[in-house]
């Protein structure tokens, strides 16, 4: 009867021991999470510490920093940079599939289908030492339009746009050539592919004269310029009289291309008193060398009719070729320089 109690005894100390090593364990594992849980809270909150303190450093960098301000004139910088490097880009493009010029530039930029502004109404009026045709081939800007102008064999007269960043060697081309002028550039009405050094009819004289100046350093001895495009500026009857009052005093003569019907320039010419010259035939206007061909016929035609004629092509492979082709109809007349018509 004596060792029950002892038993008894023995099991409720083990119970106790193991319960409270189940406490303990309980406890500690509490302890071991909070600290745990607290050191991974601490370390994310000094991490945004962190972060909001480099805010506040970049902050109080832009607060002292200039706020840049777009003005209008650095805007309208901006879009011209943009215009420049898409018209670079698309004349880079032409260059690289050596696309032929298009004549419809000078009048018509968007209708491909558009007929020349007519020529000036003149009397019949025959030479009796025989008829003078100029053949005026524009937009010479590059050795292979000498090299292709050349291989006609033909007197033919060339028109050389301004030196610039797409045809940096125009001027010196037109000086190894004993007759040339200078295609002067003019604002066109609708043109996205003007020249950099194109005069607007809103210049002043003082703007355009030291143009001119600068064109006669380039091209010693120039003595005739016609317009590049120039709908607008030709249509302008103050911005002719400027240009052809600059003109006349520098000794240079002006062909109107007439890219537009209504060019002011036979009214200057006559209120300045000089005489108007001004083209007769596109040659080129539509494409084919039967077209060309067609076209070199009315102004030889033209020519006969009135004396003397002016015609108008562009260094373009079917322009050429019907050239070659053409001296039979072309020995009907004399082909000569604007200086002796």
Do not use: C
């Not at 970049?58 to 920093?65: F, I, R, W």
């Not at 040339?180 to 003019?186: E, Q």
């Amino acid at each position: 009867m004596s060792k029950q109690p002892r038993s008894s005894k023995s099991l409720f100390l083990q119970r106790l021991a193991w319960g409270i090593t189940g406490v303990t364990l309980f406890l500690s594992a509490l302890l071991i999470g909070y600290f745990l849980g607290f050191n991974q809270a601490e370390e994310e909150l000094y991490e945004e510490r962190l972060k909001t303190q480099q805010l506040r450093e970049e902050l109080s960098s832009l607060q002292k920093s200039p706020i840049p301000v777009i003005t209008p004139k650095r805007d309208t910088q901006e879009r011209e940079i943009r215009r420049l490097k898409k018209e670079l880009q698309s004349i880079l493009e032409r260059e690289e599939r050596h696309e032929p010029v298009k004549p419809e530039h000078e009048y018509a930029p968007k209708d491909k289908k558009a007929l020349p502004p007519p020529s000036a109404e003149r009397r019949y009026f025959p030479s009796v030492s025989g008829a003078k045709l100029v053949i005026i081939i524009d937009d010479v800007s590059y050795g292979r339009d000498v090299k292709a102008i050349q291989s006609t064999g033909l007197p033919l007269v060339m028109s050389f746009l301004p030196p610039s960043s797409r045809h940096p060697e125009s001027g010196k081309l037109a000086q190894q050539q004993n007759r040339f002028m200078v295609h002067l550039p003019l604002e066109a009405v609708d043109f996205n592919d003007e020249e950099s050094s194109t005069l607007r009819s809103s210049d002043t004289e003082e703007t355009i004269s030291k143009r001119i100046a600068a064109l006669k350093q380039v091209y010693p001895g120039v003595r005739y310029m016609n317009n590049h495009t120039g709908s607008k500026f030709t249509a302008d009857a103050d911005a002719m009289e400027k240009l052809m009052r600059v003109l006349k005093s520098e000794g240079i003569v002006f062909v109107d291309s007439r890219t537009t019907a209504k060019t002011k320039v036979p009214e200057i010419s006559k209120k300045l008193g000089v005489r108007y010259l001004g083209r007769d035939v596109f040659l080129d206007h539509q494409d084919g060398v039967a077209n060309v061909k067609k076209q070199i016929r009315e102004a030889v035609e033209k020519a006969k009719r009135h004396g003397t004629a002016i015609a108008i092509g562009h260094p373009r492979p079917d322009t050429i070729r019907a050239l070659k082709e053409s001296k039979g109809v072309l020995g009907e007349v004399q082909l000569v320089g604007i200086d002796q018509i």
